[in-house]
């Protein structure tokens, strides 16, 4: 397979880089292709602003999801953009790698999502009508390839369990794993967590990298999140609310956008 891991940390030296250096080994020893996007090593611009859509008239108000698509339509988005786009397009698998930062990415990374996922290529693709709302959550640009977030905390797991003070860490990931990863098509893999990290000594180190490793061996077989898709008949369009009677009775929040036979669809 061919790998894309976009890697958000400031230090190469840290745990993060640590990680990442034993990811790529492991992917490269199985006879997989890495390519990496450093986002603080290449500077990563990270806010959307007038300087993304060069071909913008000075004068023009900005609005970015028009001049998003108008660019992406036109090929003339910024070069930075467009090198992701070729390598995101290039990859059949996408690894995006962090620190949890107040209970999320780093910003630097929230901003390469905001400007490589471009209206045309992220979002905005489809059919868009009362009777096909997109080709997302399921569907779309990058459809048939493979995700994962690899994602270090400082929290404990029972931190992050399901009654833990955190929130649970699918709920906390969701947004990410679900808003923007599969919506664009990904199939979306279980994240790998490390927690606790902030004191891990060399047999900590060890037992998380080698849980990486296998990870990195079934990155090809490892079965996807069961999310329900938009257009596979279980979301009524265009309200786009789960149809009745589908989902555990008493089910809120999340968890509803399982499919609950546990099926990967
Ligand atoms: P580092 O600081 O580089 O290393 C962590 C430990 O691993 C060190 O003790 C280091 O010695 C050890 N280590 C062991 N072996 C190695 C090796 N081979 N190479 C390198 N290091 C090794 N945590 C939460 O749970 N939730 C939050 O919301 C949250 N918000 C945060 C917000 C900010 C702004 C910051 C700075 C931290 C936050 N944290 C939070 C903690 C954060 O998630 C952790 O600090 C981070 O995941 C640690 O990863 P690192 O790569 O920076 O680790």
Known sequence: ????????????????????????????AQGH???????????????????????????ARLKPAKASGEAYAADALT???RAEHEKLLWADALILQFPLWWYTMPAILKGWVDRVYAYGFAYGVGEHSDQHWGDRFGE????????????????????????????????????????????PGYDVLPPFVAYRVDRL????????????????????????IAYRRQNGGDYLIPSLQLRPGLGDPGAT?????????????
């Open 253 to 265: 929040g999340f968890a509803l956008h399982l499919n609950g036979a546990g099926i990967a669809r």
């Open 1 to 28: 397979m061919k790998v894309l891991l976009v890697f958000a940390h400031p230090e190469p030296r840290s745990l993060n880089g640590a990680l990442r250096d034993v990811a790529i080994k492991e992917l490269e």
């Open 79 to 81: 070069a930075d953009v």
């Open 140 to 183: 779309g640009t990058l459809e048939g390839k493979r995700a994962m977030l690899l994602v270090t905390a400082g929290g404990w797991e029972q931190h992050y369990g399901v009654r833990g003070v955190n929130g649970s860490i699918d709920d906390l990931l969701f947004p990410i794993n679900h808003g923007i990863l599969y919506y």
């Open 201 to 224: 000594d060399e047999a900590g180190f060890e037992t998380a990298a080698e849980r990486l490793r296998e990870r990195m061996r079934t990155l090809e077989t490892t079965s996807p």
């Open 33 to 59: 292709e890495v390519r990496m996007s450093d986002l603080y090593a290449s500077n990563w611009k990270s806010e959307v602003d007038r300087a993304d859509f060069p071909s913008l008239a000075p004068d």
